[in-house]
């Protein structure tokens, strides 16, 4: 079975703009779960979605949007960058949310 | 507030020997727990879970232990090898509907093994 995929793997973008960033869950798992790694917060939840909804939400501001389409795959969008949005994203998949998640590769991001 | 801590940033052990990350946490209501490795620029792979019904739960080297009283969860790696080399993180979950899909990470712990 296919793990998690996200793309892009890298990208550098610069202040002010916006970036949209993909996750597919591995096949059969409903919730996908987003998480910024940075060296001084370390892995931040973001936020999880299920069947197309918003389910729970973390503490960041809402320049960080997301949304899931019916097949699961999860697409979350930054607005407005800052520098220090510049972080490793990752995401994560389980049948239900409950259970136990299963990271992707995560996308790079610096933000000049 | 940081409700899951790993108080040890970096550990070194030698080739064969046992190794011994330690987390604590502070939020009563976590009731799942899981360990993570995770190599630079890649996502966690999940290594072991455990329940708060349990207190020991083995998958092959690895072994994890709960201890609900103390609020604390060790990770036992026996025999350690060099490709254990990573970065391990602790994460705790609190298993219900306003919670879904959330973990609480530790700050993770540098786990080195020396051939």
């Known amino acids: 079975k296919a793990g998690v995929t996200q793309t892009p793997r890298y990208l550098i973008k610069t202040r002010g703009q916006q970036v949209t960033l993909s996750c597919s869950p591995i096949?059969?798992?409903?919730?996908v779960s987003w998480y910024q790694q940075t060296p001084g917060q370390g892995l931040q939840f973001l936020f999880e979605?299920?069947?197309?909804?918003?389910?729970n939400k973390g503490n960041f501001p809402g320049r960080f949007s997301g949304r899931q389409f019916s097949n699961s795959r999860s697409e979350m969008n930054v607005s407005t960058l800052e520098l220090g949005d510049s972080a490793l994203y990752l995401c994560?998949?389980?049948?239900?949310?409950?259970?136990?998640?299963?990271f992707g590769p995560g996308t790079r991001l610096l933000v000049l | 507030d940081q409700q899951v801590k790993q108080n040890s940033p970096s550990l070194s052990v030698q080739e064969g020997r046992i190794s011994i990350l330690n987390c604590d946490y502070t939020?009563?209501?976590?009731?799942?727990f899981l360990w993570y490795k995770k190599y630079p620029a890649e996502g966690p792979t999940f290594l072991i879970s455990?329940?708060?019904?349990?207190d020991k739960n083995e998958d092959g080297r690895f072994t994890v232990f709960l201890n609900k009283s103390a609020k604390h969860l060790s990770l036992h790696i026996v025999p350690s090898q060099p490709g254990d080399s990573a970065v391990y993180f602790c994460?705790?979950?609190?298993?219900?509907?306003?919670?879904?899909?959330?973990?609480?990470f530790g700050q993770g712990t540098t786990l080195q093994v020396k051939p």
């Open positions: 994560a998949s389980s049948w239900g949310g409950q259970e136990t998640q299963y």
């Open positions: 455990i329940s708060s019904i349990k």
């Open positions: 979605y299920f069947s197309e909804t918003q389910r």
């Open positions: 994460a705790a979950s609190v298993v219900g509907s306003s919670n879904t899909g959330k973990l609480i």
């Open positions: 939020n009563s209501m976590f009731d799942y």
């Open positions: 096949s059969g798992h409903r919730s």
